[in-house]
Structure formats: structure tokens, C-alpha cells
């Protein structure tokens, strides 16, 4: 399994429990950004920076990933790409992508999107918390336990 981070927007406590999951796991952990992330100095830890643009780390994940791995992204269509090729998405917030969920998870987005380009004002997610936290810190637990 090889863990695949979309780090251009994941919070950084999000990241801390991923450093401190692959030192204790010596999982592969690789995080996707535009911008240069400092890392620790792991063996198994390593950063790509991709070019800026739209959906540039995206698409370099979703090239990279193979079935078995698991993938951290808010990002929707990345994470039913991932879902697509057999490997596991979850979100920032703990939420586990499926084949089952994926499907409803898009609608949703692109019927938001559209009520957006429409010039409602939709609001954003919720502030990030400690529930959420914790409830990425169960679900990676799960998934490593099943690995």
C-alpha cells in the first residue's frame, strides 16, 4: 500500500498524523502539491512538486496510484478516479469513498457547482475541527488495520 496525499489543500494537522502513520507503518507516503511542502526526513516520506494549474496534482495521483493504495483528497473526481482503478479515497474530514458513495458524492458536487456558476452564494464547508480530526485518525487507523 502506498499512501497518496493531494497536499495542496489538506490541512496541516491532516498531514502530522500521515508523517507520524508512515514512521510507524514504513508505509511509502508521497504528497502531490504546486507549491515545495517541507517533509520529515523519513526514508519512506517524499514530496513532488508539480507544475501549477488546474488539476495538476490531481492527475499526476491519479496516474501514479494503482489498486491497494490509498489516497487523501478532499478533491471529488479525483477521489472516483482513484475509486475507479481499485484503490481506496478518503477525504480530509475521515469520509470513505466507495464504488457505492462515489456516484451520489458527484452529483452532488457538480449540482453545487452549478447552483455557484448561477451566482448563489452556497457558503463553504464547515470550519475544520477536532471531531474531524479525530475521525480521519480512526478511519486511516481502520484502513491501516486491514492492510
Known amino acids: 500500500m ?14 502530522d498524523i500521515l ?5 510507524r507503518t ?6 502531490v502539491a504546486n507549491q515545495w511542502l517541507k ?4 526514508p519512506n516520506v517524499r514530496m ?16 501514479q496510484v494503482a489498486a491497494g493504495d490509498l489516497v487523501v483528497t478532499a478533491d471529488i473526481p479525483l477521489a472516483a478516479a482513484v ?3 481499485g484503490a481506496t ?21 457538480n449540482f453545487m457547482e452549478s447552483l455557484r456558476s448561477s451566482g448563489v452564494e452556497t457558503g463553504g464547508p464547515p470550519a475544520f475541527s477536532h471531531a474531524d480530526r ?13 492492510r
Open 83 to 85: 475509486v475507479e482503478k
Open 19 to 23: 508523517y507520524r502513520a508512515a514512521e
Open 134 to 146: 479525530q475521525a480521519f485518525a480512526n478511519q486511516l487507523d481502520r484502513l491501516l488495520a486491514k
Open 48 to 63: 513532488v512538486q508539480v507544475p501549477a494549474g488546474f488539476d495538476v496534482a490531481d492527475r499526476h495521483i491519479a496516474e
Open 2 to 15: 502506498h499512501i497518496w496525499v493531494d497536499a495542496d489543500a489538506c490541512p496541516a494537522v491532516i498531514k
Open 89 to 109: 479515497a478518503i477525504n480530509p474530514r475521515g469520509e470513505r469513498y466507495t464504488a457505492e458513495n462515489i456516484r451520489q458524492a458527484l452529483d452532488l458536487r
Open 26 to 31: 514504513g508505509l511509502p507516503l508521497t504528497l
Open 39 to 42: 517533509t520529515p526526513p523519513y
